[in-house]
């Protein structure tokens, strides 16, 4: 059983810099893509960014595209998610996720995602 936890999660002002981590217990972590969504109060869970098993292949949201960088230490069976140039619309709850099936390619649909952390919370103030 896969357990997935966020941590980095505050309060920051517009413009700031913020850096989530997530934790995953399990074997074989290092085999596994990996995925950062969000989700605002009355909206939808978004897609934020993937990433392959080896780091080699990144993927994000157009809203995020060129401010957030997602990267992972296999060694240390965490994924991180670098947040440049805050926004009060990038708030929301955080959550890092991760397939079952190890042969799980990078995507942007939550449905392809079977295990999710408990979240982490972002505000961003204007």
């Known amino acids: 059983q896969v357990q997935l936890k966020e941590s980095g999660g505050g309060l920051v002002q517009a413009g700031d810099s913020l850096r989530l981590s997530c934790e995953a217990s399990?074997?074989?972590?290092?085999?596994?893509?990996m995925g950062w969504f969000r989700q605002a109060p009355g909206k939808e869970r978004e897609f934020v960014a993937s990433?392959?098993?080896?780091?080699?292949?990144?993927y994000y949201g157009d809203s995020v595209k060129g401010r957030f960088t997602i990267s992972r230490d296999n060694a240390e069976n965490t994924v991180y998610l670098q947040m440049s140039s805050l926004k009060p619309e990038d708030t929301a709850v955080y959550y890092c996720?991760?397939?079952?099936?190890?042969?799980?390619?990078?995507?942007?649909?939550?449905?392809?995602?079977?295990?999710w952390g408990q979240g982490t919370q972002v505000t961003v103030s204007s």
């Open positions: 996720a991760t397939p079952r099936n190890p042969l799980t390619i990078p995507t942007t649909i939550p449905a392809a995602y079977d295990y």
């Open positions: 399990g074997p074989m972590f290092s085999s596994y893509t």
């Open positions: 990433s392959s098993w080896d780091g080699v292949n990144a």
